[in-house]
């Protein structure tokens, strides 16, 4: 299922090749989020394209629209979707306790009203994982209980307490009638807020249950993100080196490139078309606001050192003029690019990888970006 093929001799960065039901993914790498069924502005043959072998859904809005029975009805997520790589799809444990308008929170499971058309719903665990064998994801996520960034450690032990409770009863519900072979994946998700030694509790507990891999949930919630990288270090030796490491939600270029050298293997976020959609494009050199006036004449490419085809063929100038002007390619034009330096960034991390250079590509790029102090090597 996954193979490590290179070790950075400096840093904890790995390598390697995850195999899913719907293709093999080179490690490490990124998701673009496609919550709804769809990376917003991007059509499954842009995805294509720029090289993206693997995207995030998201169980909860699915199961509010247009619901499992529609899905199901289309034969599974992928061909609902038309998207015939690996789908990846989080249990929608984050969304239900930041989106919907009421919730109550149970250790049989989570009733919540919905945030589309205010209906009430009850989930358990078991019923996530139906839900998530019913759209046929290659990776699925179990449910979990997600604090918010200020926690006090009471509430912290409380929701790693409950984590994991779900956890044991999604593993159990869903290896009860699911063969070992050519299967979904099912991983566990740690959580702990910033306490490292709850951390460690919700690590020791989760991988005890022996998942498919792991994910580090409840990060990027609100907290100083200088916060959140003592956490990753404290964690890494209580993560099994044999199973892939998923740093949920996580984030800008830098923190990407920082996470790597601590050992994560997966990545999503919905920064790259969100600041694509509000006129930001990310560069080699960092963020470059292109609404700004400043841009109103320039006509070199948003960066000049990125292949991709909208740097290939329109200038700063005219995708503001698009922008300014509502038109909606300008929105189309920003999130392909930031998509693609996303996925072009991650070809170039495991390229250095496999060719024991990572620390100092690490080093070279986080000097070269708008880096945080934090951030630095």
């Known amino acids: 299922m996954f193979q490590i093929t290179s070790q950075d001799s400096s840093t904890k960065a790995r390598a390697g090749v995850l195999k899913t039901q719907h293709g093999e993914i080179s490690t490490p790498f990124f998701m673009p989020?496609?919550?709804?069924?769809?990376?917003?502005?991007?059509?499954n043959e842009d995805l294509v394209e720029i090289g993206a072998d693997v995207i995030l859904s998201n169980t909860y809005h699915l199961f509010v629209r247009p619901g499992p029975e529609v899905i199901a009805g289309a034969g599974g997520l992928h061909r609902f979707m038309g998207?015939?790589?690996?789908?990846?799809t989080d249990s929608g444990g984050y969304q239900v306790f930041s989106l919907a308008r009421l919730r109550k929170v149970k250790d049989e499971g989570v009733e919540f009203q919905s945030h589309v058309d205010g209906t009430f719903h009850f989930l358990t665990p078991e019923e996530v994982i139906s839900l998530e064998k019913t759209l046929g994801s290659d990776i699925i996520m179990p449910l979990d209980e997600c604090v918010s960034y200020p926690c006090e450690g009471a509430?912290?032990?409380?929701?790693?307490?409950?984590?994991t409770h779900w956890a044991g009863r999604s593993r159990a519900f869903f290896f009860k009638d699911h063969p070992r072979e050519a299967r979904q994946l099912l991983f566990g998700i740690i959580q702990g807020s910033l306490y490292q030694d709850l951390?460690?509790?919700?690590?020791?507990?989760?991988?005890?249950l022996d998942?498919?891999?792991?994910?580090?949930?409840?990060?990027?919630?609100?907290?100083?993100?200088?916060?959140?990288?003592p956490v990753l270090e404290a964690l890494g030796p209580s993560l099994p080196a044999d199973k892939p490491r998923y740093l949920m939600g996580v984030g800008l270029p830098d923190q990407i490139v920082k996470a790597v050298g601590l050992g994560i293997d997966m990545f999503d976020t919905c920064i790259p078309t969100?600041?694509?959609?509000?006129?930001?494009?990310?560069?080699h050199d960092g963020r470059l606001v292109v609404r700004n006036a400043q841009y109103a004449k320039d006509t070199r490419p948003l960066d000049e050192d990125c292949a991709c085809q909208v740097c290939r063929k329109y200038t700063r100038s005219y995708i503001r003029h698009l922008l300014n002007a509502s038109e909606i390619l300008g929105l189309k034009l920003l999130s392909y690019h930031n998509v693609y330096f996303y996925l072009d960034l991650l070809r170039k991390i495991r390229q250095a990888i496999q060719e024991h250079r990572f620390l100092g590509f690490q080093r070279e790029f986080l000097?070269?970006?708008e880096s945080a102090p934090y951030l630095q090597i």
């Open 367 to 369: 000097a070269g970006y």
């Open 155 to 163: 509430a912290a032990r409380e929701a790693v307490q409950r984590t």
């Open 33 to 43: 989020v496609g919550t709804n069924g769809t990376v917003k502005t991007l059509s």
């Open 199 to 208: 951390r460690k509790e919700s690590a020791d507990q989760i991988t005890a």
């Open 83 to 88: 998207w015939e790589r690996p789908i990846v």
């Open 274 to 283: 969100r600041y694509g959609r509000n006129g930001t494009a990310f560069t």
């Open 211 to 229: 998942f498919d891999g792991y994910a580090i949930g409840g990060l990027s919630v609100g907290e100083p993100p200088e916060l959140m990288f």
